[in-house]
Every structure is written in C-alpha cells, then in structure tokens.
Nanobody, 127 residues
Framework: QVQLVESGGGSVQAGGSLRLSCAAS????????MGWFRQAPGKEREFVAA????????GYADSVKGRFTISRDNAKNTMYLQMNSLKSEDTAVFYC????????????????????WGQGTQVTVSS
C-alpha cells in the first residue's frame, strides 16, 4: 500500500510560480513510476506530467510543456512539480499518482494505469 500526500498548492496571480510536492510512503519509491494529474471544475481529470521510476524518462501534456518541470528525489521519497508562467486555465486540483510494477524506462500518462492517488492540492491562478 502506497500513501501519497501532496502539498504546495495555493493562490497565485497569472505569470507566477508554484512548486508542488508529493511525499510517498509505504512502498519502495525508486521502483514506482509517478505522475501528476489535474482536475478543473466541471472537467475530467487530465494528465499533466509523469516521470519514470529512476527519473530519466519524462513526459508532459502539450498544455504545460515549457512551463512545468517534473522531478523526483528518490532519497527523499518525494516528487515535485515546478510550475512557472501560470495561467488562469491552470486552475485545478492537482493530484499525484503512483504506479507499481513498472518498466525502468517508461513514464505513464493515462489515469487507469495508476494504482494509488493522493488527496489533491488546490491551485488557483487569478488573472
């Protein structure tokens, strides 16, 4: 059983930055692929970014490429999402997710591929 706790959400003006963290426990973090997803009001949950278990393979949604950076520190059992140049359309609840039983050189971008989810952290961007 893997437990995930997100932090770092908040309110920011357009153009600003936030850094989200996802702390994992209950599993071998270096064997787990991780991802960030988000859900805006009235919309379905969508993929944001994902990272392979070792951190060497990364994927992003087109909407965040060049603005968001995903990373992980396996020594600290923590994943991060650095969000720059935030836009009002980035307003959403952001969730981190974990997938066990993964290939070394893959990241995973689909909701149904993930086994565990955090409770979410709200990000609000005002224009």
């Amino acid at each position: 059983q893997v437990q995930l706790v997100e932090s770092g959400g908040g309110s920011v003006q357009a153009g600003g930055s936030l850094r989200l963290s996802c702390a994992a426990s209950g599993g071998t973090f270096s064997s787990i692929a991780m991802g960030w997803f988000r859900q805006a009001p009235g919309k379905e949950r969508e993929f944001v970014a994902a990272i392979s278990r070792g951190g060497g393979y990364i994927g992003y949604a087109d909407s965040v490429k060049g603005r968001f950076t995903i990373s992980r520190d396996n020594a600290k059992n923590t994943m991060y999402l650095q969000m720059n140049s935030l836009k009002s359309e980035d307003t959403a609840v952001f969730y981190c997710a974990a997938k066990i039983m993964v290939e070394r050189s893959r990241w995973y971008g689909r909701i149904h591929e993930y086994d565990y989810w955090g409770q979410g952290t709200q990000v609000t961007v005002s224009s």
